[in-house]
């Protein structure tokens, strides 16, 4: 059981843009902060763009910030956007379910409770709770060195 | 975010024990009755005999069955044996790790609390309580008819 790499680095994208000092944050500075490629983020952006936790600003000194404060931004918005499913098993998520328990299954229920737990825990931790440790996050993103190295110094 | 085949079929596999009146269940029928391999359920059922959760016993006229009252099985006990890990993203799993927070991250104990939370949940519901409508599951799964096809009639 686990989450989506996807959602594991929307949040992550999101912490690096609350730790960013910066109006924008740019997408291959996060790639690079990360280790991951920057398709994979832009891929990522499209639904936090999409539901306005991200904006996106165009243009040569463009870049992302978030679409509102980040302690306004829950865990559970995220995973909302990013997961492709909250289908606990493949036999509730489609019509062509092999198993023949299916529409008398009292474990869909079980698992549906258990899911409602996981996220109504993850509703009550924000991007802002998450940064906390904001100048920490920041220098071990390297964001105050990429910053002066940008800048010339 | 779902849990793995493997958990899903451990608790299907445990429900059809429970509702079969006979004292053992065989592994070629619960997979017909499932239409999923009996290769498959061979693996599932691996850690719960370890763990004792289910008996197995051989011979021609062998087989599986609960290794404790279904009362005693909670969801909780069978996803611990099955799923391989709770590590909730790759980057808290292992040691090469890329992300530069992986030791700062407030992300993991939230991502911890929340599967808690859902844990916690699964502690409550017993392979029982999912075999409260024995009779139902046990028509539903054919067990009747294999019985009566297996005597002859």
Known sequence: MRITKQTNYAVRM?????????????????????????????????????????????????????GRPAEKITLFDVIRETEDSFAMAECFENDEAECPLVNSCALNSAWREALNAFLEVLSHHTIADLSATRFDIGSRLGLGELRSAARGH
């Open 14 to 66: 999101l912490m690096y843009c609350a730790a960013d000092r910066n109006e924008l944050s740019r997408v291959p500075e996060i790639a690079r902060a990360y280790g991951v490629s920057e398709l994979f983020l832009f891929k990522i952006l499209k639904p936090l763009v999409r539901s306005g936790i991200v904006q996106t600003v165009r243009g040569r000194n463009g870049g992302i910030k978030l």
